[in-house]
């Protein structure tokens, strides 16, 4: 038994004198580089705007121009607050991506960054049935700048865009107030709506 304790007392000393010393037993040393960067985390993913499905597909008359176009895709990026002179909220606009082909255009396919006003309409507050995203006209530079196209009201199923839904839902109904009477919450909804679209 007297012999057991020695083995027990020494194998204890032992461990502890080990762990004082210079170099622990453990994982490998990591590099400098490896440290700067930081751990490797799931990156996240950036959304990729609001698609206006419905939209696509259609051949419009170009406006100040003879010809017509087809939408290949129409995709909203980002949402912003439009103000009046004395910073009254009187709106939105939304910045985006046009894909465009058709008679004037040949075969060729031709893609337009837009900003534009933009007037959001829902059925309700939070859970709305029916949203609806009508654009202003587009000025397309690609064609010489004096050409426009008039994109269609679009619609969008609230309850299949996720977060996205209730929040597009929420501004459509505070943007229904009179002018003058639109909160600052708009700002904030609008935040929040971008940080979901990018």
Partial sequence: ?????????????????????????GPGTTS????????AFAKSVTGTGLVLDNVTGLSLPLIGHVGDVTINQAIITQLGVVQDLAGNIIGVDATGALQLTGGV??????????????????????????????LAPITLDALGGAVSVDVP?????????????????????????P??????AVRGIVNAINQILI
């Fill in 105 to 134: 255009l040949g075969t060729d396919v031709i893609t337009q960054n837009f900003t534009t006003d933009a007037l959001i309409l829902s059925s309700g507050k939070g859970q709305c049935d029916v949203l609806s995203v009508n």
């Fill in 32 to 39: 400098v580089s490896t440290l700067q960067s930081g751990p």
């Fill in 153 to 177: 009201q679009a619609s969008v199923t609230p309850r299949a865009s996720g977060a996205l839904g209730p929040l597009l839902c929420n501004l459509g109904s505070l943007l229904n107030a």
């Fill in 1 to 25: 038994m007297y012999r057991i304790g020695n083995i027990t007392t020494a194998l204890t000393i032992a461990l502890a004198l080990s762990a004082c010393t210079e170099t622990p037993v």
């Fill in 179 to 184: 002018v003058g009477q639109i909160t600052s």
